[in-house]
Every structure is written in structure tokens, then in C-alpha cells.
């Protein structure tokens, strides 16, 4: 099956640092799919991705299609506390499947 | 605009006895439609996911079943439920095609 490996599992930054974070898999996606959990919450949504080498940008997050299909990463820069969740990324073929997650913690 | 309901937010529920859990979704039409459960500090696990009504494809041999009733309708059961049961239950949807998916608030079921 499509097997995703998000790295890493959990970050500890200073505020203002920048942070980066990535998956990769053994299959191919068509979509690439960023999202943010807090407690308790459903994942929102950050940033979607839809071609190969596709480079987006949301606000101060940034997210990469890798161009073997098969790999994507997110920057999210200047953190701020409210950055603090779970980072998951997800990638669609004929169905969705997530990462385990990324903890970032971000220190006032 | 799509909104994507899901409840109860919190359930506790014997070991042994049934579950129903609903999800339905607003504002579209033949949606993709995902159950998935959260384990706590854990990634998600897709369960189940549904093309269209009656269409249900499960992704792990479990005590859970998944049906879709209506278009807009996706309902996850249970006949007797276990302890490892329990989790955080998430509906998700999307766009027929497979475009991203947005989450519901999530049900977190505690077996005991």
C-alpha cells in the first residue's frame, strides 16, 4: 500500500526560527496536502499541491511537489507560538493517506 | 458553501455495545467522503472511503463497518464494540476526483 514517512516526528524551536519538515513515500501521488491539528480539532487544511515541482505559499508556509512525485516538504518561517499543533502531510492517488505527523512545540 | 458535520463530539460506550457515528456534508454533491481513526499522539488511519452511495472500500479488517445511505450521508457502525476501539473518529470530504479534503470536528470515543 502507499506508505507515507514524515519526518521528523517532533520539533522543539525558538520563536522566530524557521522550521522544515517533510515526507516521502515509495508511490506516487497526484496531490500533495498540508495540514495543521490542534488538540482536540479535525486537521484544517494549510496548502495544497497539484503538479510536480509545484512550489506554493501560504502566508509565512511554504510547501514543495517534489518532482519525482514521491516526496514534499513545508517551511513554515519567522514560527510564532500559535504555530505550535501537528503537522501531517497527506497524499492522494485513489485515496488519501497520512504521515504520522510532525509535534512542534515553538518556545515564547 | 461546504460544511461537513460530524457527531457526537464525545462518546463513551461500554465494551460489547453497538456504535453509530454520522457524518453528513453540505453544500456539494457526490462527494468523496473518508472515515479515519486517531489514535492518541498517532497519525490517522484511513478506514474506510466512499465514492458514491453504497460504494465503501475499507482499508483494515476491523469490528467496523461504513455505510452510505445518502449522497451527503456517511455513517460509521459498529455491532460490538472492543476496547481498542477507542480513538478519535474523523469524517473528511472532498471534491469527486480526489482534490483535498476537509475534516469534521472529530468524535472521541472511549470504550470502556
Known amino acids: 500500500g502507499q506508505q507515507l514517512n514524515q519526518s521528523p516526528q517532533s520539533m522543539f524551536i525558538q520563536e522566530g526560527e524557521d522550521v522544515s519538515m517533510n515526507c516521502t513515500s515509495s508511490?506516487?501521488?497526484?496531490?500533495w496536502l498540508w495540514y495543521k491539528q490542534d488538540p482536540g480539532e479535525g486537521p484544517v487544511l494549510l496548502i495544497a499541491?497539484?503538479?510536480?515541482?509545484e512550489l506554493t505559499s501560504n502566508g509565512r508556509l511554504t510547501a514543495q511537489f517534489g518532482i519525482t512525485r514521491k516526496d514534499s516538504f513545508l517551511n513554515i518561517s519567522a514560527s510564532i507560538p500559535s504555530d505550535v499543533g501537528i503537522y501531517f502531510c497527506?497524499?492522494?492517488?485513489?485515496?488519501?493517506?497520512f504521515g504520522a505527523g510532525t509535534r512542534l512545540t515553538v518556545k515564547p | 458553501s461546504q460544511t461537513i458535520h460530524q457527531w457526537p463530539a464525545t462518546l463513551v460506550q461500554p465494551v460489547g455495545s453497538p456504535l453509530s457515528l454520522e457524518c453528513t456534508v453540505e453544500?456539494?454533491?457526490?462527494?468523496?467522503l473518508y472515515w479515519y481513526r486517531q489514535a492518541a499522539g498517532r497519525g490517522l488511519q484511513l478506514l474506510f472511503y466512499?465514492?458514491?452511495?453504497?460504494?465503501i472500500s475499507s482499508e483494515v479488517p476491523q469490528n467496523l463497518s461504513a455505510s452510505r445511505p445518502q449522497d451527503r450521508q456517511f455513517i460509521l457502525s459498529s455491532k460490538k464494540l472492543l476496547l481498542s476501539d477507542s480513538g478519535f473518529y474523523l469524517c473528511?470530504?472532498?471534491?469527486?476526483?480526489?482534490?483535498?479534503?476537509?475534516f469534521g470536528q472529530g468524535t472521541r470515543l472511549t470504550v470502556v
Open positions: 473528511a470530504w472532498s471534491e469527486a476526483g480526489f482534490t483535498e479534503a476537509f
Open positions: 508511490s506516487i501521488f497526484n496531490t
Open positions: 499541491l497539484y503538479k510536480a515541482g
Open positions: 497527506a497524499g492522494q492517488l485513489t485515496d488519501m493517506r
Open positions: 453544500g456539494t454533491s457526490n462527494p468523496n
Open positions: 466512499s465514492v458514491g452511495i453504497g460504494q
